[in-house]
């Protein structure tokens, strides 16, 4: 397979694991962990844009491998430090961890090992990747403790 249908499997995958998350109560999950009110919109409109992400992404992927490559890094530090960490933190199930186990982790790799053995993964490549996933993760995040630090200091 081509980097570019791995990507838009990878999207739909996501498309999964969000449908995952949605029906097992993610968001009560963040609450009972952090304290964190996550709003339904937030959940949609986050959601949404990784999945316009995952599209362009795909979209790109002859030209621009590390930007394609940066999805499934995506997915993999969503699944290592937002699900499996976060479960082993908490000692509680995290609703998304089932397609971050069986899914994410297996496309991920795919993608990274299609990748390489197209000739088009070198290590800027894979550091590039990475470093665009671990941005593009941190976005929400950036995102809830600017709204957290607007609402108790009024900042914004």
């Not at 290592?80 to 976060?86: G, K, Q």
């Not at 397609?99 to 053995?117: D, E």
Request: charged share 10%.
């Amino acid at each position: 397979m081509t980097l570019e249908q791995l990507c838009w499997l990878a999207t739909l995958a996501y498309g999964i694991h969000i449908v995952e998350e949605y029906l097992l109560d993610w968001r009560s999950w963040v609450r009972w962990v952090s304290g964190v009110e996550i709003t339904s919109g937030f959940f949609w409109g986050m959601n949404g844009l990784v999945l316009v992400l995952g599209a362009v992404c795909a979209a790109v992927a002859d030209r621009f491998p590390m930007l394609a490559l940066a999805y499934p890094a995506l997915m993999l530090i969503n699944a290592t430090f937002f699900h499996v960490s976060a479960m082993v933190l908490s000692g509680r199930f995290s609703p998304g961890l089932i397609t971050a186990v069986l899914i994410f982790y297996p496309f991920g790799l795919w993608c990274f090992r299609n990748a390489q053995a197209d000739g088009v993964l070198t290590a800027s490549v894979f550091v590039g990747a990475f470093g665009l996933g671990a941005i593009f993760m941190a976005v929400p995040i950036v995102l809830i403790r600017a709204r957290e630090a607007r609402r108790s200091r009024r900042y914004f």
